[in-house]
Structure formats: structure tokens, C-alpha cells
T-cell receptor
Framework: DTGVSQDPRHKITKRGQNVTFRCDPI?????LYWYRQTLGQGPEFLTY????????KSRLLSDRFSAERPKGSFSTLEIQRTEQGDSAMYLC????????????FGPGTRLLVL | SQELEQSPQSLIVQEGKNLTINCTSS?????LYWYKQKYGEGLIFLMM???GGEEKSHEKITAKLDEKKQQSSLHITASQPSHAGIYLC???????????WGAGTKLIIKP
């Protein structure tokens, strides 16, 4: 399967702990996106990368959130000092770029902060 | 308020019946995307519309974008249990490839 993959699929953590999620995009997709989704809502944009460059970050995103895409392939999203309000599904998507902008999503990482 | 409004929020339809889901924006859309999501899973791409008046079909699902590019509809003909899920519309409003999303329409198919 050459789709977008995310790891882990589920994460339970205690408030105050740090967590890191990984996303592997479709091979050769230049753009990579992170979203957060809570129950009954559509995805909320967090950030996106064009190759290894982080081009946009949501103004709503706390400083506790950081994302990297060091080699322009996989990406990591880290949340420091987690809070209960961080509990959500974290979705990663990739798109080819070059005027082909359909985003293909991974299965998501469901985070529960206790 | 949502920049992208979806209606209805939820829909229960008898198997075999047709249904329509709407997605409305207050701004002109550069691109409109329809996705389907099963509970607790990622989004599956259905269709993308860009041109005013454009219509696309895949199997029993048809999506249209109106001439003014501010409203889209998703129509399912002869619904089946496999159509059940959450349908989400996502829109590119600023031509910057960041999608704004509707809250989704939950579709239940009654056998």
C-alpha cells in the first residue's frame, strides 16, 4: 500500500507529557499537511510543508506544537506539555504539488490526554 | 460561524432512495473537494470541482459546483449501506492550497 501512513494510530498520555506523531506521505508528494479534528467537526488546519520548508502555520496553533519535515519526506508533529484540550484526531495529508492539489489523507492518530 | 456551511448535519435515508448534501460558501471558491470519512478513520477523496457549472460523477455519486462557485451539492442515487459515513466538503478560498472545511454531514442508510 503506497498511501499516506501515520504512526501511532492511537496514543493515550497523561497531561503534561510530550507526544510525537509521524506521517509518511505518498512517495514524491511535495506538500504535506497536518490537521486536527474533534468529534463532529471538520479538520482544522495546523501547518503545511512544501518539501522540507514549513510554509504556513495556523495562528491558532499553540507554541507547544511543533512540526518538522527534515528531508522533505516524512514529517513529525510534536506536542509538548499536553493538555486535555489537545485530545483529538491528528490527520496528515499529502498532495503532489505542481498544480495537482488534491490532498490524500492518512488514517489519523487519535490522541487521548488524561 | 463556519465559513463553509454543510447541510443537513445528519441524514437518515432508506436504502435505495436518493439524497443530496449541500455545501455553501460566502466566498468564491477556487476549488471544492468532497471527501468521505468513516468514524475514527481518515478521509477518502471523492471528487474535486474547480470550474463554475462543473459536474462530476463516480459510480452513483454526482457532485456539482454552481456557476458562481459558491455552492456545491453531492447527490447519491439509489443509496446503499456502503454509502453510510460522514461526508465533508473542503474548499480552497484563497488559492493558497489550505482547505477550509465544513463540519460534515453524517449519513445513515436504513436497510
Amino acid at each position: 500500500d503506497t498511501g499516506v501512513s501515520q504512526d501511532p494510530r492511537h496514543k493515550i498520555t497523561k497531561r503534561g507529557q510530550n507526544v510525537t506523531f509521524r506521517c509518511d506521505p505518498i512517495s514524491e508528494h511535495n506538500r504535506l499537511y497536518w490537521y486536527r479534528q474533534t468529534l463532529g467537526q471538520g479538520p482544522e488546519f495546523l501547518t503545511y510543508f512544501q518539501n522540507e520548508a514549513q510554509l504556513e502555520k495556523s495562528r491558532l496553533l499553540s507554541d507547544r506544537f511543533s512540526a518538522e519535515r527534515p528531508k522533505g519526506s516524512f514529517s513529525t508533529l510534536e506536542i509538548q506539555r499536553t493538555e486535555q484540550g489537545d485530545s483529538a484526531m491528528y490527520l496528515c495529508a499529502s498532495s503532489p504539488g505542481a498544480n495537482q492539489e488534491t490532498q490524500y489523507f492518512g488514517p489519523g492518530t487519535r490522541l487521548l490526554v488524561l | 460561524s463556519q465559513e463553509l456551511e454543510q447541510s443537513p448535519q445528519s441524514l437518515i435515508v432508506q436504502e435505495g432512495k436518493n439524497l443530496t448534501i449541500n455545501c455553501t460558501s460566502s466566498k468564491t471558491l477556487y476549488g471544492l473537494y468532497w471527501y468521505k470519512q468513516k468514524y475514527g478513520e481518515g478521509l477518502i477523496f471523492l471528487m474535486m470541482l474547480q470550474k463554475g457549472g462543473e459536474e462530476k460523477s463516480h459510480e452513483k455519486i454526482t457532485a456539482k459546483l454552481d456557476e458562481k462557485k459558491q455552492q456545491s451539492s453531492l447527490h447519491i442515487t439509489a443509496s446503499q449501506p456502503s454509502h453510510a459515513g460522514i461526508y465533508l466538503c473542503g474548499a480552497d478560498m484563497d488559492s493558497n492550497y489550505q482547505l477550509i472545511w465544513g463540519a460534515g454531514t453524517k449519513l445513515i442508510i436504513k436497510p
